[in-house]
C-alpha cells in the first residue's frame, strides 16, 4: 500500500467517526427512570452523523445541513454528553472552510452555522441579550471559521513547496539530460574525427586504386570490390552510431523492431481516436524494410503528427492517416483539417524534420485547402552519399 492509500484509509477512518462517537454520547446521557435522550433527537444525530460522512466528496452542502439539522437539535431539551451532537456542525464548517478557496462558499457555511448557533443559544439563554451570549456565539462561531482558515492556509503552503519541489527535481533532471547530450555530442565529433575521416580514405584510394590498374586480374577486381563494400557499409554503421551518440532518444532504436512497428503505430493512432478525433487509418500491416534509424523515424513522425492534431486540429474534423509502401521506401501522411495551425519553428516539426534528414528521407509539412499535411517518404535503404561532412 503506498503512502498516498494509507492516508487516505487514515481519513476515511476519521471521518466515519461520528458513526461511533455519537452513540455513545447518546447512551452515555440516558439514564433509565431518569432522563432518556428522545427518539427524533437520535435521529437526527444518527443523520448528522452519517451526512458528516459524507462530506468527503461535497463538503459545502453537508456543512450546510448539519447547520440545519442543529436548529432542531439545539431547540430539543437535551442534557449532558447529547448535548455535544449539534456542534458537528462546527467541525463541518471548519472542513468546508480547509477544502474551498470560493468566498461565497466560505460565506455560506458561515452564515449558516451563525443562524444555527443562534437559534440555539436564544433557546437556551435567557435573558438571551447579555455580554456572555455574545462571547459566546463569536466563539463558538468564529474559532472554527479561524481554524479552517489556518488549515487551509498550510494547506496551499505545503501544496506550494510540493509544487516546488516537483519544479526543482525537473530542473535537476533537464540538466543532468542536458549534460549527457553534451557529452554524447562530444563523443558523436571524436567519433567522426577519428574514425570516419579514415574510413571515408579507405573508400576513396579503393576507388583510386580501381582507376590506376590497367588490366588488373578479375581477382584483384573481386577482392577490391569486397574490401569496398565492407569499408562503405563499416562507414554506414559508424554514421548510424553517430546519430544514437548525438540523439539520447535513438539510443533505443533497437527496440523498435520491424515485427513492433505496425503495433507501435496503430497504438499511436488509437490513443488519438480516443481523445475524440475521427481517425481514417490506412496502415500496411508490415511496414518492413527500414533499418533501425527509419523504423524509428517512421514511428516518431506518426506519433509528432497526431500530437500536434491533438493539440491544434479541429475535433470534429476528419483526420486521414497513411502509411504506404511506394517506390523505393515507405511513404507516410496525415492531414487534418480545421483548427489553428502548428508552429512550423516548434521543436516537435525540427526534430522530426532533423530525424528524416538523417534517415535520408524527405518530408513536406505545411497547409493545404482541406487543413494542415505532413507528409514524408523513408527509403528502405540509404538514398544518399553517407560520407562525412
Given amino acids: 500500500m503506498t503512502e498516498t492509500a494509507a492516508r487516505r484509509d487514515q481519513w476515511l477512518l476519521l471521518r466515519c467517526l461520528p458513526l461511533v462517537l455519537v452513540p455513545l454520547l447518546l447512551l452515555a446521557s440516558t439514564f433509565p427512570g431518569q432522563y432518556r435522550v428522545p427518539v427524533s433527537y437520535w435521529l437526527l444525530a444518527m443523520t448528522a452523523a452519517a451526512l458528516f460522512v459524507a462530506g468527503a466528496r461535497r463538503p459545502v452542502a453537508v456543512s450546510v445541513a448539519l447547520s440545519a439539522l442543529a436548529?432542531?437539535?439545539?431547540?430539543?431539551?437535551?442534557?449532558?454528553?447529547?448535548?455535544?451532537?449539534?456542534?458537528?456542525?462546527?467541525v463541518a464548517l471548519t472542513d468546508a472552510v480547509t477544502r474551498t478557496h470560493r468566498r461565497a462558499a466560505v460565506a455560506l457555511?458561515?452564515?449558516?452555522?451563525?443562524?444555527?448557533?443562534?437559534?440555539?443559544?436564544?433557546?437556551?439563554?435567557?435573558p438571551f441579550w447579555r455580554a456572555a451570549t455574545a462571547l459566546e456565539a463569536i466563539a463558538y462561531a468564529g474559532l472554527p471559521l479561524l481554524l479552517g482558515l489556518y488549515l487551509r492556509a498550510q494547506r496551499d503552503l505545503a501544496e506550494k513547496f510540493r509544487l516546488e519541489a516537483l519544479a526543482a527535481e525537473a530542473r535537476r533532471v533537464d540538466a543532468e539530460a542536458h549534460t549527457r547530450a553534451a557529452e554524447r555530442s562530444a563523443m558523436a565529433r571524436e567519433l567522426h574525427d577519428l574514425v570516419a575521416h579514415h574510413m571515408a580514405s579507405i573508400v576513396l584510394r579503393i576507388e583510386v586504386a580501381r582507376h590506376v590498374l590497367a588490366d588488373p586480374d578479375p581477382r584483384v577486381v573481386s577482392v577490391l570490390d569486397d574490401v569496398h563494400g565492407a569499408a562503405s557499409d563499416s562507414l554506414t554503421d559508424i554514421r548510424r552510431l553517430l546519430v544514437a551518440l548525438r540523439d539520447p532518444d535513438l539510443g533505443a532504436v533497437a527496440l523498435v523492431e520491424s515485427a513492433t512497428l505496425g503495433r507501435e503505430i496503430a497504438a499511436a493512432v488509437e490513443r488519438a481516436r480516443a481523445a475524440g478525433f475521427g481517425i481514417e487509418a490506412d496502415l500496411m500491416a508490415d511496414p518492413s524494410g527500414l533499418d533501425a534509424v527509419g523504423r524509428l523515424t517512421l514511428l516518431r513522425v506518426v506519433q509528432e503528427s497526431l500530437t500536434n492534431v491533438m493539440k491544434h486540429a479541429d475535433r470534429t474534423a476528419p483526420v486521414t492517416v497513411a502509411v504506404t509502401r511506394g517506390t523505393g521506401g515507405i511513404a507516410v501522411r496525415i492531414a487534418s483539417g480545421g483548427g489553428a495551425a502548428p508552429n512550423p519553428?516548434?521543436?516537435?516539426?525540427?526534430?522530426?524534420?532533423e530525424r528524416v534528414d538523417i534517415a535520408g528521407g524527405t518530408l513536406t509539412v505545411g497547409p493545404v485547402a482541406e487543413g494542415w499535411v505532413v507528409a514524408a517518404w523513408l527509403p528502405a535503404t540509404a538514398s544518399r552519399e553517407l560520407m562525412p561532412r
Avoid at 345 to 353: A, F, P, V
Fill in 109 to 126: 457555511v458561515a452564515g449558516c452555522w451563525a443562524v444555527a448557533l443562534l437559534v440555539g443559544l436564544w433557546f437556551d439563554h435567557l
Fill in 71 to 90: 436548529i432542531p437539535m439545539f431547540m430539543t431539551d437535551a442534557w449532558g454528553l447529547s448535548g455535544l451532537v449539534p456542534y458537528l456542525g462546527a
Fill in 345 to 353: 519553428l516548434g521543436h516537435g516539426l525540427i526534430g522530426i524534420r
